[in-house]
């Protein structure tokens, strides 16, 4: 069942990974490109038809009626065709008028759409990444306590559920609170990676662990040791069989890290402002009485919500695996 | 069978004891070990060195770690958690005031989750293809993928749209719902999956060919098999809950933990830095036993753990 639900899961999976790999080159503007009059501007509605029947899609220009109360209106009179593939950009409209707000802009004028792309490069990366990080570590380490067993695997294992019954987030906040604060986007990354990598490689380990464990204890395993065979080269056997369960572990970590990133993030200790995360834009709707007013500051925490659901749909949650394995245990 | 329940719980209480000593000491070293201290802003200062020097001496920063380290576990045996550095004030104080808070949204929180969560488990888990069970499923499905985060933040959002539920800080509605809706819809499908698989295991069979009504065959005998494989899952369950209600008290203002282990990591502030890991992992270690409890209760395969 699992294994169908992975396969089907494929296509959202390459559908974020995508996301995350062309966000920002198809995104109409940059991630910090502010535009004049148009703070709290609502999103542009495409339109496919008006007075003299339907046309290719295209917008209306917008017109900032009041600069204190905020309000905009659509220009009748000033429709701009959606324009596809030109000036290295997928989509966007002559910019005399205004510039393209798909999905509005916050309050410092900046076009979300554009951030949201931006973003689900360095929010997915870092999930992606840190998972990565998670499975090399978590690998390796349950490898080495299944394959080892004894006094080096009870001290493996301690070490890990040790970590597993701390709360994620705690734990990530008070290691990222005891580095220096203000860092470039760069470093911030490769920080977030590796603190999320060192606080998920036990759920990896774990598993790997009763795999290789029960693996190690076959009659090929038992062939291969009595041929000569040492640790590691037993591991290369061994680890295979762990295959599938790392595959359901990418699916499980990635939007466990990503709420992970944003949460981080939005407590002001992840990227900083100019940069766009998913975790950054979270902190503009933080402002909760202007957050009524302008719903679509919300729309990062929407793509959030879609990632998880659309990995969760592929490869189950973290509580049914577990229960799958201990139901059987 | 009373004794082996109390042996058990006396194992688990050394482990509890040695983990949050282990956590809040960690934390300690942790603070201590990284550059910068409670005083490294006050060498920018007038005076600067020697004000520094002063501050460090008052605060007994100029100690080597494992003697402040020591000197914290033996003021902990006096339940004497040290001083504040950034607040000026008993660490004992600070935590009372937030550790209870945080204490109350979670225990709500998780009460409204079972009490959700539990039974409506059980009936989407006893008839998987009844209408109910294919209204529950993909709902429960999306509130699994909701963080706490979105959650708090798209809940704030309703509760200013509608004007029904109350946003000011310190009103429980809000943060205990954003907790408790994904966690329940959690719970929900543990409950269900454990409960479609109790109902298959040979015995329920067998119970069923004896002519048991199926409402005592679900909520009796399906039901009490599935709480073993529900309650192991609960350190899960608490890891979870503790993760999400630090965003949610950060979105909701909540005067709780997280806010204040915030405050005293970013300032270095070492006595409140372990003071909260020591709240934290007390906690954590109370919610973890009391779900050993329950499952020593309903199981005793368990109670011979070691």
Redesign the interface.
Known sequence: MTRARLRLGLVPIAAIALLALVGPAIAPHRSGDQFADRQYAPPMRVHLSDASGWRAPFVYAQHLDDRILRTYSEDRSRAQPLRWFQHGRVVSIDERDGPLLLLGADELGRDVFSRLLHGAALSLGVAGCGTMGALIIGVFVGGLAGSRGGWLDRSLMLVADFILVLPGAYVILVLRGLLPLVLGAPTVFALMTALFAASAWPHVARGVRAIVATERARDYAEAARASGAGTFWLLRHLLPAARGFVLVEIVLLVPALLVAEATVSYFGIGFADPTASWGTMLQAAGNVTMMAEAPWLLASALAIFAVVFALHLAGGTRTEHALFISSRS | MTRGVSAFLARRLVTAIV?VL??SSS?LV??RL??GDATTESAFTPGGQAVRAQERARLGLDRPIAVQLGAWLAGLARFDLGTSSRFNKPVGDLLQQHAGPTAELATVALGLALVIGVPIGVLTGARPRSLLARAITPIS??L????P??GA??L??LA??TGRLS?EPGRLAVPALALALPLGA?IE??QS??TG?ALASPDVVATAARGVPPARLIWTHAARRSLR??L??F???I??????S??VE??TSWPGL?RL??DA??S?DVDL?AGC?LA?AVL?ALG?MLADLARALVDPRVREQP
């Open positions: 983990f282990l956590v934390a942790l603070t990284v550059p499905l999306a699994v993928a909701c963080p985060l979105v933040l798209v704030l959002w200013l749209v946003v959690m499908r543990l999956q454990a698989e494989p529900v192991g899952l350190g899960i369950v890891g979870t809950l503790f993760s999400g630090l965003a950060w979105v997280g282990t915030y990591v970013v270095r830095v890991a934290g954590i973890n």
